[in-house]
């Protein structure tokens, strides 16, 4: 984008960031908001308790800078803050309660970003940052390299390289990282996770407008139906194959992984006891960093199936709104043809495009139709019952829930989530199909379950004749509350 004058008055004027910089009050809020939402990462708050803690810091900054400072009450800066022409808080009602909620907009979210980089930091890096440029154009290249024998010597050259680490790493000719290099790396580690939170409003943001333009669209709609959800769902599949949405969806994939997840905490465990990143790092928060990626991730995934639900449900009113104008239509035609019947107009006073209508009379219908009479066999034969077996009566399965719930609990001790394979791989299922749908109503019923359909899992188990049998369904994850 080019920075010219216009486009710089253009955003100067609408642009929520800006407008933040250069309010009155833009300490209060950037400080407030900062306390309140970024440094605990919390993704919506309660409009009870942020006036509670909005009204702790007025008082506060009233006892020491005078009254007349900040006239206003808690509620009425929030409330304000929220509005359009501010645009640095979202207040909305979350489905299910009457209390308004409030959450950061992304561009209050990099205003305070921006302001945070403005700081004096004690130590800057540089080297990092260069290697991971190297890195990457590595990347770029060797990914796009599409001769084989050259992606081959690339590796050929990259073995050697390592077989030359482990000689010299075999004769004690090594070198360990320093003090600088570790907090080097480090901070630049701080840095990019930080960032990538943040990152998870902006995409949330997108989805909103998506469903916005979507709305907009059907309000205005003027064409056929079908042509209307055509695009509807051509613009839901252009956004999750945006490069957005594709590297969203990649992240996602990767961090939902219970194998990344330990490898992460293993790294960061092992990164937070090195004496250099202790001293340096005060904020221990970002040990678990992932878990807060994966919290914000949640928060995503459940806003876009919430505004799939909502639009979903918008367009079966759309549809209700349009059959009952066609009825009032109709009604208005019988309404006139009434007013005209004593004075019917000469000649030709309306027309229609159909030829002659499917007209069927009442009377054509017969008047009665003869009740068909079942016949009846009252002479009963008693039959052999020594064939039947009766054991099936009494071999009913009783499945215990609290024992799966239980399994489920154990494996979450380890680890943060589960998914459904990896509690049967650790505990077989006894009875088959009965207990793997008993698994299924453990999991509908549990806030904390997912159910991610763009992944599959095959479950097999051994029936009590020996036959393997094999059920596929969604990945379903337990997560530890």
């Known amino acids: 984008m080019s920075l010219d004058f216009a486009t710089l008055s253009q955003l100067r004027r609408s642009h929520p960031g800006w407008r933040l910089l250069v309010a009155d009050h833009a300490p209060l809020v950037v400080s407030f908001l900062q306390q309140a939402f970024i440094k605990p990462n919390v993704r919506v708050m309660a409009q009870t308790e942020l006036e509670s803690r909005?009204?702790?810091?007025?008082?506060?900054?009233?006892?020491?800078?005078?009254?007349?400072?900040?006239?206003?009450?808690?509620?009425?800066?929030?409330?304000?803050?929220?509005?359009?022409?501010?645009?640095?808080?979202?207040?909305?009602?979350?489905?299910?309660?009457?209390?308004?909620?409030?959450?950061?907009?992304?561009a209050t979210e990099k205003a305070i970003a921006w302001l945070e980089s403005l700081t004096q930091r004690e130590f800057v890096g540089t080297e990092s940052r260069l290697l991971t440029i190297f890195e990457?154009?590595?990347?770029?290249?060797?990914?796009?390299?599409?001769?084989?024998?050259?992606?081959?010597?690339?590796?050929?050259?990259?073995?050697?390289?390592?077989?030359?680490?482990?000689?010299?790493?075999?004769?004690?000719?090594?070198?360990?990282?320093?003090?600088?290099?570790?907090?080097?790396?480090?901070?630049?580690?701080?840095?990019?996770?930080?960032?990538?939170?943040?990152?998870?409003?902006?995409?949330?943001?997108?989805?909103?407008?998506?469903?916005?333009?979507?709305?907009?669209?059907?309000?205005?709609?003027?064409?056929?139906?079908?042509?209307?959800?055509?695009?509807?769902?051509?613009?839901?599949?252009?956004?999750?194959?945006?490069?957005?949405?594709?590297?969203?969806?990649?992240?996602?994939?990767?961090?939902?992984?219970?194998?990344?997840?330990?490898e992460l905490t293993e790294l960061l465990?092992?990164?937070?006891?090195?004496?250099?990143?202790?001293?340096?790092?005060?904020?221990?928060?970002?040990?678990?960093i992932h878990y807060d990626w994966l919290d914000a991730g949640e928060h995503t995934q459940r806003t876009v199936a919430r505004l799939s639900q909502q639009l979903r449900r918008y367009l079966d009113d759309q549809a209700y709104l349009e059959n009952k104008r066609i009825m009032q239509m109709l009604d208005g035609i019988s309404a006139r043809a009434m007013a005209v019947r004593e004075q019917i107009p000469t000649g030709d006073f309306f027309s229609i495009e159909m030829p002659s209508a499917d007209i069927q009379l009442p009377m054509e219908r017969p008047l009665h139709n003869l009740p068909l009479k079942p016949v009846l066999d009252t002479e009963i034969e008693v039959a052999d019952s020594s064939?039947?077996?009766?054991?099936?009566?009494?071999?009913?399965?009783?499945?215990?829930?609290?024992?799966?719930?239980?399994?489920?609990?154990?494996?979450?001790?380890?680890?943060?989530?589960?998914?459904?394979?990896?509690?049967?791989?650790?505990?077989?299922?006894?009875?088959?199909?009965?207990?793997?749908?008993?698994?299924?109503?453990?999991?509908?019923?549990d806030r904390h379950a997912l159910f991610d359909d763009s992944h599959q899992d095959q479950i097999r188990w051994q029936d009590e004749e020996g036959y393997w049998r094999q059920a596929q369904l969604p990945r379903i994850i337990f997560i530890r509350p």
């Open 54 to 106: 909005l009204e702790d810091l007025l008082f506060q900054l009233r006892e020491r800078e005078g009254d007349k400072l900040f006239p206003r009450s808690a509620r009425e800066y929030l409330d304000d803050w929220a509005q359009h022409d501010k645009g640095w808080l979202r207040k909305f009602y979350p489905p299910g309660s009457d209390e308004a909620h409030f959450d950061l907009t992304p």
């Open 387 to 445: 064939e039947i077996s009766t054991d099936a009566l009494y071999n009913q399965i009783n499945i215990d829930k609290q024992r799966l719930k239980a399994q489920v609990r154990q494996c979450l001790q380890t680890q943060q989530q589960v998914s459904l394979t990896d509690v049967i791989e650790q505990h077989p299922l006894q009875h088959g199909l009965a207990e793997l749908v008993a698994y299924l109503s453990i999991a509908g019923s």
């Open 269 to 288: 465990e092992k990164v937070f006891e090195l004496e250099a990143v202790s001293s340096f790092e005060k904020d221990k928060r970002l040990k678990r």
């Open 136 to 262: 990457l154009l590595r990347q770029m290249i060797s990914g796009t390299e599409a001769d084989p024998d050259t992606r081959i010597r690339e590796l050929q050259a990259q073995r050697d390289e390592i077989d030359r680490e482990i000689e010299r790493v075999q004769a004690g000719d090594f070198k360990l990282l320093d003090d600088t290099a570790l907090r080097d790396r480090f901070q630049q580690v701080s840095s990019t996770a930080r960032e990538l939170l943040s990152d998870f409003r902006e995409v949330e943001q997108n989805f909103r407008q998506l469903d916005l333009q979507v709305r907009e669209q059907i309000a205005t709609w003027e064409g056929r139906k079908g042509e209307l959800l055509s695009r509807i769902f051509g613009e839901r599949d252009a956004i999750s194959d945006s490069d957005q949405g594709r590297s969203f969806r990649a992240f996602w994939d990767f961090l939902m992984s219970p194998a990344s997840q330990d």
